[in-house]
């Protein structure tokens, strides 16, 4: 009997992993975490050769100091993470467009086949 309910927890767990999709949301998760890394390496990269300097250069590099400080550092760096998220699914796309034109679509690899099999077999009038 107990041997039973394990086997049936295991089988109801293996449901469970195989029905959700859940190891594509693993998958999901760390590749996610992956992409993150990069952001923030593109992120500092780009306030620490551009955004820093220029805030410097203007004056402002204490922007902490003021008393909407922290609301502005946050609204930057959530502009500069957004702006090289754009970029980055941009290019995705891009890169996405350049394969869907070069590769054919097999349902109309497969359409066109069944249209020219089926020119041939009238033109022999089989």
Do not use: C, H, Y
Request: aromatic letters at 8%; a neutral charge; proline letters at 3%.
């Amino acid at each position: 009997m107990a041997r039973r309910r394990a086997t049936g927890f295991l089988k109801d767990f293996q449901d469970f992993i195989n029905r959700g999709n859940v190891v594509e949301l693993a998958v999901a998760v760390v590749v996610g975490g992956a992409f993150g890394q990069i952001v923030d390496a593109v992120v500092t990269l780009v306030t620490g050769a551009i955004l820093n300097p220029t805030l410097q250069t203007l004056g402002i590099d204490r922007i902490r100091d003021w008393p909407a400080g922290e609301l502005l550092i946050a609204i930057i760096n959530f502009l500069v993470i957004a702006f090289v998220v754009f970029l980055v699914v941009r290019a995705l796309e891009r890169f996405k467009r350049k394969e869907a034109e070069v590769a054919p679509d097999p349902q109309q690899q497969l359409a066109d086949a069944a249209n020219r099999l089926a020119a041939a077999l009238e033109s022999r009038q089989l």
